[in-house]
Nanobody, 122 residues
């Protein structure tokens, strides 16, 4: 599975961005798609995930109510709509795909896209 992420950029606090991640290859192996982020000097952390089949979503507490994860199965693409952005959301965001396991754990994601930088200015 190959993942291509896009949509990062610079935005002011309170603004919005939408990240996209297009998947190609052996999609039938995918159980869930996720977004993780890593800020400078910090560990990679879970942001959100979606089960590929049922479309159930999972969110980190820090983004609940602000971020929305959706998928467009016909295009093998997922989206992360990020609203009410805060400076602490600044990070490199990574799209990932899992064949199964703990939806919240990056160790259970088997395919990774390149990161896309999100910078939120205060």
């Amino acid at each position: 599975v190959q993942l291509q992420a896009s949509g990062g950029g610079l935005v002011q606090a309170g603004g919005s961005l939408r990240l996209s991640c297009a998947a190609s290859g052996s999609i039938f192996n995918v159980y869930a798609m996720g977004w993780f982020r890593q800020a400078p000097g910090k560990e990679r952390e879970f942001v959100a995930a979606i089960s590929w089949g049922p479309g159930r979503t999972y969110y980190a507490d820090s983004v609940k109510g602000r971020f929305t994860f959706s998928r467009e199965k016909a295009k093998n693409t997922v989206y992360l709509q990020m609203n009410s952005l805060k400076p602490e959301d600044t990070a490199i965001y990574y799209c990932a795909a899992s064949r199964g396991g703990d939806t919240y754990a990056y160790k259970d994601y088997h395919y990774w896209g390149q990161g896309t930088l999100v910078t939120v200015s205060s």
